[in-house]
């Protein structure tokens, strides 16, 4: 009998550890996407600060960062067989105080891949974290538009057609995306780095319950946006978005606009998300299609 036990005890064991193991592996594999600094050499106003970033993990397992100061983007990849050739980058949100990047990046970006789509998740400086020296528009703002200059500059190594790199962004992220497809130029053909040399003009604006700046500019040369927010967020999202499309709209721009009954703020990608919310993902793709940027070249 204790022979028998010892033996169920050892297999009980090997079967605990190989599963830990197996976890383990998963674990380390969401780790494994590849984060590249936007300024391998240094940030432009982040000069002297070397502090790392912090991490704060909230009782759901939330995955919450603070000081940024060297701006970077995790790569999300689709397979060579289902990729689009589309692109884009994400901006979680946060208030610019801090950065949610689980439900509204990682999550995301994961989704694209698996939908032929390339996922780029910004940890971008954040303008009103407690102490910050940095601003929405001198730092932030630069991050983003850095980063779909870097996108651009590495879309062959990424099977990533230049042409159709957008943005996304979440509440305060969204405020950024807004800019980032308002505030744009085609390149410094000067630069001594071949990455300015590149146009920071999102193809795409997808504004996800963004926290949109009062004095947004809107103007004909601004690319299509898709426009999403729940009816019963706060009235700056939830009446200021559907004003936007009005915007857009009398502006000539394409837009499509998503307002969702019951609803309120900060869904983002959660498997807890249910009806018609958990499918917004799925629109955004088929949005995406009928504007013609997930036709394979």
Request: charge should be negative.
């Amino acid at each position: 009998m204790e022979n028998i036990r010892e033996s169920e005890i050892k297999h009980s064991t090997i079967r605990v550890a190989t599963l830990l193991c197996v976890f383990a592996l998963v674990a380390v594999a969401a780790d494994q996407n590849v984060v590249v600094l936007l300024w391998p050499n240094g940030a432009p106003g982040s000069e002297g600060k070397t502090a790392l970033e912090k991490v704060r993990i909230t009782p759901d397992g939330e995955h919450v960062i603070t000081s940024v100061y060297q701006p970077s983007i995790t790569v999300y990849l689709p397979s060579r067989e289902m990729a689009t050739g589309a692109a884009v980058v994400i901006a979680p949100g946060g208030g610019h105080a801090e950065l949610w990047v689980d439900h509204e990046g990682y999550a995301v970006a994961k989704w694209l891949s698996e939908h032929g789509v390339a996922g780029f998740v910004l940890k971008y400086r954040l303008a009103r974290e407690a102490g910050s020296t940095y601003t929405i528009e001198g730092n932030s703002l630069p991050d983003m538009q850095r980063a779909i200059r870097l996108v651009r500059s590495r879309a062959a190594e990424w099977g990533v057609d230049p042409q159709r790199v957008g943005v996304m962004g979440f509440s305060a992220g969204g405020d950024i995306a807004a800019r980032a497809a308002t505030q744009f130029d085609a390149g410094d053909s000067a630069a001594a780095d071949p990455v300015d040399r590149l146009s920071s003009k999102p193809a795409f604006q997808a504004l996800i319950y963004p926290g949109l700046p009062p004095d947004l500019p809107v103007s004909r040369d601004e690319p299509p946006a898709f426009l999403l927010c729940g009816a019963d967020d706060r009235a700056g999202i939830s009446e200021g978005l559907p004003a936007l499309f009005i915007q857009l709209k009398h502006a000539g721009v394409p837009a499509e606009l998503h307002v969702y009954a019951g609803v309120g703020h900060g869904f983002g990608v959660r498997s807890a998300n249910t009806g018609a919310i958990a499918a917004w993902p799925d629109q955004f793709l088929e949005w995406l299609s009928t504007i013609g940027f997930l036709k394979r070249k």
